[in-house]
C-alpha cells in the first residue's frame, strides 16, 4: 500500500500547488477575473464581482490546506465543487460557441480559450479530488 | 462521516475567503467594484455588439463619466480632431492629434492604431461634428470599437485638467 499512499501525497501536492496559483493569478487582478468571469454570460453582474473577489480566496486557502495536509476531506470537496462549477460553465461556453478566454489559470486576454481541452483538464482534476476525498473518507472510517 | 464538521470546515473556509477578498479587494488598484451595473467597457461593447446586429455603422456616443472610466482602464485611444495649434493649447491628457481636415495625411497614423482598443474622438463640443464625422470614417476604414465624446472639450474643462 506504500505506493497508493505515495500517489495520493503526488496528487494532494499536485492539486494544492495547482489551486494555490491557480488563486494567486487571480487574487492579483480581480478585474481582469471579473471580466473572464462575465465573458460566460451567465450570471448577473453583481454575482460576477463578489465571485471574482471570494472565488480566488477559496482556491488558494483550499490549495494551502490541501498542501500541508490539513481538512483534507474539505478541502478536496472544496475543489470537486469548484471543478464541478467550472465544468458546467465552459459546457455551456461550448455548447454556446462562445470564443472567450477559459480565466482559469490566466487571466490575461491570452488565455487558453475555452474548449474540449479545458475540459478534459478539468474533468481530470476532478477526479483527483473525487479520489482525494475518497481516501480521506476511507481513512476516517478505519 | 461527520457531515457537519465537514460543512463546518467548508463554512469557515469561504467566511475567511470572503473576508481576504473584500480586504484585499479594496487595496489592490486592479480591484473589482461591487456593482450591480456592468461597467462602461463592457456596456460599452454591448451596445457596439447591438449596433452590429442591427448592421448600423454608426459610432457611439459617449459622455464624460464614460470617458474617464475608459481611460481608467487604460483601454482607449483618444483623438483630438482639432487643428495642431488648438490641441498644443490644450488637449484631454494623453490624446493624440488627427486634424480631421488632414485626414488623408494621417492614414499611416491610423492604420498603425491597434484595432481592439477603444478609440474616442472630441472636438471643442457642439457645434464642431469633427469628432462625430471621423468617427464616422473610423467605422468606414474598418475599426469596430469608436465612440466619440460629443460634448466635447468645453465639457471636460469645466471639471477637469487640460495637458498643453
Redesign the interface.
Known amino acids: 500500500m506504500k505506493l497508493q499512499g505515495l500517489l495520493l501525497l503526488l496528487m494532494r501536492l499536485f492539486l494544492g500547488a495547482l489551486f494555490i496559483y491557480s488563486g494567486v493569478v487571480k487574487?492579483?487582478?480581480?478585474?481582469?477575473?471579473?471580466?473572464a468571469i462575465?465573458n460566460y454570460r451567465m450570471l448577473?453582474?453583481?454575482f460576477v464581482?463578489?465571485m471574482?473577489?471570494?472565488?480566488?480566496?477559496?482556491e488558494?486557502?483550499?490549495g494551502v490546506?490541501l498542501l500541508i495536509g490539513r481538512?483534507l476531506?474539505?478541502?478536496s470537496?472544496?475543489i470537486m465543487l469548484l471543478n464541478i462549477v467550472f465544468i458546467i460553465a465552459i459546457t455551456s461556453a461550448i455548447f454556446r460557441g462562445l470564443d472567450i478566454g477559459c480565466g482559469c489559470f490566466s487571466v490575461s486576454e491570452d488565455a487558453a480559450k475555452v474548449g474540449v481541452l479545458r475540459l478534459l483538464e478539468d474533468i481530470l482534476y476532478l477526479i483527483l479530488a473525487i479520489i482525494l476525498f475518497r481516501s480521506q473518507?476511507i481513512e476516517?472510517?478505519h | 462521516m461527520n457531515v457537519k464538521k465537514l460543512a463546518a470546515e467548508i463554512g469557515v473556509v469561504f467566511a475567511a475567503a470572503a473576508l481576504l477578498g473584500f480586504a484585499t479587494n479594496d487595496l489592490n488598484p486592479n480591484g473589482v467594484k461591487i456593482s450591480i451595473n456592468r461597467p462602461v467597457k463592457q456596456t460599452a461593447d454591448a451596445a457596439l455588439q447591438r449596433h452590429q446586429e442591427l448592421d448600423s455603422a454608426e459610432p457611439i456616443v459617449i459622455g464624460k463619466e464614460q470617458l474617464k472610466r475608459l481611460v481608467q482602464a487604460k483601454d482607449i485611444i483618444i483623438i483630438d480632431t482639432r487643428t495642431p495649434q488648438e490641441f498644443l493649447q490644450g488637449r484631454i491628457p494623453n490624446a493624440i492629434n488627427i486634424p480631421f481636415e488632414r485626414l488623408e495625411e494621417s492614414i499611416e497614423t491610423i492604420d498603425s492604431l491597434a484595432k481592439t482598443s477603444w478609440i474616442v474622438t472630441y472636438c471643442d463640443g457642439p457645434p464642431c461634428d469633427k469628432a462625430q464625422l471621423l468617427a464616422a470614417e473610423l467605422i468606414d476604414m474598418g475599426f469596430a470599437r469608436v465612440a466619440y465624446y460629443d460634448a466635447g472639450l468645453d465639457d471636460w474643462k469645466k471639471t477637469e485638467g487640460v495637458q498643453q
Request: charged share 10%; proline share 9%.
Open positions: 487574487i492579483i487582478n480581480p478585474a481582469a477575473f471579473a471580466e462575465d448577473p453582474y453583481l464581482t463578489l471574482a473577489i471570494i472565488l480566488p480566496w477559496v488558494l486557502i483550499a490546506l481538512w476531506r474539505s478541502s470537496l472544496i473518507t476516517s472510517a
